[in-house]
Each structure stands twice: as C-alpha cells, then as structure tokens.
C-alpha cells in the first residue's frame, strides 16, 4: 500500500496559500503534500471568469489526484472547500481513504453553498455580487468577520484575499452516493467562531457512528490559527489508513 497522500482544499477567496503553515509542517514529517489554489482564485486569479463555477474546481481537484497518479487520499476542505471534496469523493472515492471537513460546508445531494446559509446571508452574497461583482464576482469579506483578532492574520488574509465566483457559489453538488464509501470522514469544528452557520454540520454528525467529530478553539481559520493541531488531526487520520 502505497503511503498517504495529503490533498488541501482551500475555501472562497482564498487560495492554496491559506495553507502555508500546515504544508510547511507537513512537509517537514516527510508527507506528500498537495494544496492548489482553485480556478480564479490566489495564484490563479488570472483566471477568474464567469463561467467558473463548483464544478470547475471540483475538476481542479480530480486533476490532481489523477495526474500524480494518488492513491490513500486524505482530502481535506476548509469552509467552501467540503463543497469541492464532497463532489470529488463522490467520484473518485476509490482513491481517497479519508474526509476532513475543517469547519466546512457539508452539503446533501443538489445543494449549493449558498443553500446553506441563512436567508439573509445569501441576499448580502447575492447584492454585493450585484453592486460590486458585476453580478457575477462576489468581493472579499473582511477578515474580522471571521472573527480573526490577530493583526498580522488579519492583514495577511485581507492583502491576499480576491473577488469569489458567484456560481462556485450558487451551482449545486451532484453527489452520487459513493462519497458515503469513504471509510474515514471526519468534521473538525472552529469552536472559537461563534454564531457560525458550520455549526449546523457539527451537530449533524455528532451522533452519527460513520463519523468523527473533533473541535478546535479558533475562529474560522484554523488552519491559520492553529496549524499544529490541524497537522495533528491530519496526520493521526492518515496513521489509521
């Protein structure tokens, strides 16, 4: 059996930078580490366009996983990124032998992104898209809504953070079922990011026997705040596999 294989998913505005720290320390123990940034987004903002949408960067992610040829995948996605693994899992579940949400979306067959947040939340995505976007781009939220109160995190993620696509957004995921094969799956929930609307996926699988529930004391960005913990849940998932 081949050794794990580490596969980071970033979430919106963001890119395979959000994940400096984690794939330092990953990559200091050794592991094989992959953290892209997504179509239109960090290194590849050259390339944000109306038509990218979910299924563009659910693509993104399966080129990776079969042009390095992985196997034993542990397929990680923060925030709008468990969108993105939960439609890879869906085809590839083959290849990958465990799912970590890191305060993710954790979305149902057919539903988007934008169907798991409140009412609310969605018409503000939707007007700044429309006022500021050209209806199509959605700008960066602000780091303090997150909840970040360290400076130097908070001008780090707003100096790098760009417009998200609205239809990465708006497209929902068509899962197949076969994600559901994955034998590990795991939610690690920010439990310093309160109210947050990923609370709702943490209490969905608390007592569910198929997952793992695990929670970190950070806002949002745990992968920023606390990459050594992060590091920790990713490597004890892979021992098991």
Do not use: C
Not at 125 to 154: K, L, M, N, Y
């Amino acid at each position: 059996m081949t050794e794990p294989a580490f596969v980071l998913v970033h979430g919106a505005w963001v890119g395979g930078w959000n994940w400096r720290t984690v794939v330092q320390r990953l990559r200091t123990q050794n592991h094989e580490v992959f953290a892209p940034s997504l179509t239109g987004l960090g290194d590849r903002a050259h390339l944000m366009a109306r038509s990218v949408d979910l299924s563009t960067h659910i693509a993104d992610i399966l080129g990776v996983i079969r042009s390095h040829e992985l196997e034993n995948v542990v397929l990680a996605g923060h925030s709008y990124g468990g969108m993105v693994i939960s439609g890879v899992a869906a085809q590839v579940a083959e290849k990958i032998k465990a799912l970590v949400y890191l305060d993710a979306f954790l979305p149902e067959d057919g539903q988007s992104a934008l169907d798991l947040v409140s009412p609310e939340r969605r018409a503000q995505v939707e007007t700044a898209a429309a006022e500021h976007g050209d209806g199509w781009r959605i700008p960066p939220i602000p780091a303090s809504v997150w909840g970040i109160e360290d400076p130097g995190q908070a001008a780090w993620l707003d100096r790098h953070s760009v417009d998200q696509p609205l239809a990465a957004m708006a497209e929902p995921v068509a899962l197949t079922g076969d994600e559901t094969r994955v034998g590990k799956r795991i939610y690690v929930r920010a439990s310093g990011y309160d109210p947050s609307p990923f609370k709702q996926f943490a209490d969905r699988v608390e007592d569910d026997d198929a997952w793992t529930l695990r929670s970190v004391d950070s806002h949002h960005f745990l992968n920023v705040a606390r990459p050594d913990e992060v590091v920790a849940i990713l490597t004890v998932t892979a021992a098991g596999i």
